[in-house]
Protein backbone atom coordinates (compact mmCIF):
# COMPACT_ATOMS: atom_id res chain seq x y z
CA UNK A 1 0.00 0.00 0.00
CA UNK A 2 1.29 3.67 -1.49
CA UNK A 3 0.64 6.06 2.08
CA UNK A 4 -0.59 9.31 0.79
CA UNK A 5 0.54 12.77 2.47
CA UNK A 6 -2.39 14.40 3.97
CA UNK A 7 -2.62 17.99 2.74
CA UNK A 8 -2.37 20.27 5.59
CA UNK A 9 -4.34 23.35 5.39
CA UNK A 10 -2.50 26.71 6.76
CA UNK A 11 -3.24 27.77 10.52
CA UNK A 12 -2.22 31.41 9.36
CA UNK A 13 -5.79 33.11 8.99
CA UNK A 14 -5.77 35.55 6.36
CA UNK A 15 -6.55 39.81 6.87
CA UNK A 16 -5.81 39.34 10.78
CA UNK A 17 -2.22 40.42 11.71
CA UNK A 18 -0.78 39.74 14.96
CA UNK A 19 -0.93 42.78 17.65
CA UNK A 20 2.88 42.78 18.11
CA UNK A 21 3.06 44.24 14.19
CA UNK A 22 0.45 46.70 14.73
CA UNK A 23 1.89 50.02 15.07
CA UNK A 24 1.24 52.66 18.12
CA UNK A 25 -1.81 54.66 18.82
CA UNK A 26 -2.02 57.59 17.33
CA UNK A 27 -1.82 61.11 19.44
CA UNK A 28 -3.74 64.34 18.41
CA UNK A 29 -1.01 67.04 18.47
CA UNK A 30 0.63 68.70 21.40
CA UNK A 31 -1.54 70.32 23.80
CA UNK A 32 1.48 71.91 25.57
CA UNK A 33 1.01 75.86 25.18
CA UNK A 34 3.41 78.69 25.49
CA UNK A 35 2.49 81.08 28.33
CA UNK A 36 4.19 84.20 29.96
CA UNK A 37 4.13 84.01 33.97
CA UNK A 38 1.94 87.49 34.95
CA UNK A 39 4.14 87.70 38.02
CA UNK A 40 7.73 87.20 37.18
CA UNK A 41 7.53 87.16 33.18
CA UNK A 42 9.12 83.82 33.16
CA UNK A 43 8.23 81.92 30.16
CA UNK A 44 7.05 77.96 30.39
CA UNK A 45 5.10 75.49 28.46
CA UNK A 46 1.98 73.78 30.01
CA UNK A 47 -1.23 72.10 29.52
CA UNK A 48 -2.71 73.60 32.58
CA UNK A 49 -5.58 76.69 32.46
CA UNK A 50 -2.99 78.50 34.57
CA UNK A 51 -0.77 81.86 34.11
CA UNK A 52 1.60 81.68 36.60
CA UNK A 53 4.64 79.94 36.67
CA UNK A 54 5.68 76.45 39.28
CA UNK A 55 7.44 79.19 41.48
CA UNK A 56 5.01 81.70 41.53
CA UNK A 57 2.36 78.94 42.10
CA UNK A 58 3.90 78.00 45.33
CA UNK A 59 4.60 81.22 46.67
CA UNK A 60 0.71 82.28 46.31
CA UNK A 61 -0.28 79.41 47.86
CA UNK A 62 1.98 79.85 50.77
Known amino acids: ?3 RKKT ?3 KIMVGIRCQ ?3 RAVERA ?3 LRQVMC ?3 GKI ?3 NR ?6 NCEKKKKN
Open 1 to 3: MVK
Open 8 to 10: RES
Open 20 to 22: CQD
Open 29 to 31: GSQ
Open 38 to 40: KEC
Open 44 to 46: FKT
Open 49 to 54: ATYFCF
